[in-house]
């Protein structure tokens, strides 16, 4: 079974610049994670879809991030315009109907 | 406010021992919680569940307690070995069970010395 994919695995970019990540989960599993892993610190949840509808979105940075799952499967998170504050690693998750949770690599973000 | 500590940032066994981490969490009324291993580079990878009505669970040479009166979980990782070393996350749910959603510790570096 092949695991979550995400692309770039890494970017560099100046700050107030755009940049966006994309994710392929699992195939069939219908939730999807968006998380910001800041170096030290664990995983943070930015947004949960279920299928293609939002779950939680409360944590994020609605004035200059979006995300968007179409279709219930690929999903995109934009930034934009990135702050220094977003340099990250941005992890994608997707589950089946139980709680584990897979994780793709991650891309990791460096703004300057 | 909500809080989830994991004991230390680092530590260091010798290879044979047993490593314990703990998780420590406040204000939380998790139904279920989560332990995950990440390598550097590398996303979070599961390794074991535990519910709220369980009071341990095993798998291999890993075990996980959860006790939800001290609001503790204990991770042992039995017979250690070097390929242990890693970030080893706490993961607890944050909705009573609802929305599988998961709020992470910030994890401890396990380094096990040959």
């Known amino acids: 079974e092949a695991g979550v994919a995400q692309s770039p695995r890494y970017k560099i970019i100046e700050k107030r610049q755009s940049v966006a990540f994309w994710c392929n989960p699992i195939s069939g599993h219908a939730t999807l994670y968006w998380y910001q892993q800041i170096l030290g610190q664990g995983p943070k949840l930015l947004i949960q879809?279920?299928?293609?509808?939002?779950?939680?979105d409360s944590q994020l940075p609605k004035d200059r991030f979006s995300a968007e799952r179409l279709k219930g499967v690929d999903s995109t998170l934009k930034i934009q315009p990135a702050k220094l504050e977003d340099s990250a690693v941005y992890l994608c998750?997707?589950?089946?109907?139980?709680?584990?949770?897979?994780f793709g690599p991650g891309t990791r973000l460096t703004v300057l | 406010s909500q809080k989830i500590e994991q004991n230390s940032e680092a530590l260091n066994i010798q290879e044979g021992k047993t490593a314990t981490l703990t998780c420590n969490y406040t204000?939380?009324?998790?139904?279920?919680l989560q332990w995950y291993r990440q390598d550097p580079g590398r996303g979070p990878v599961f390794l074991l569940l535990i519910r709220e009505n369980e009071k341990e669970k095993r798998k291999e040479r890993l075990k996980v307690t959860f006790d939800t009166t001290l609001k503790q979980s204990l991770f042992h990782i039995t017979a250690s070995q070097p390929a242990d070393s890693a970030t080893y996350l706490c993961a607890l749910d944050a909705t009573g069970g609802s929305a599988r959603q998961l709020t992470f510790g910030s994890g401890t570096q396990l380094t096990v010395l040959p």
């Open positions: 204000n939380y009324s998790p139904a279920y």
């Open positions: 998750a997707s589950s089946p109907m139980n709680n584990e949770q897979f």
């Open positions: 879809f279920q299928n293609n509808g939002v779950v939680d």
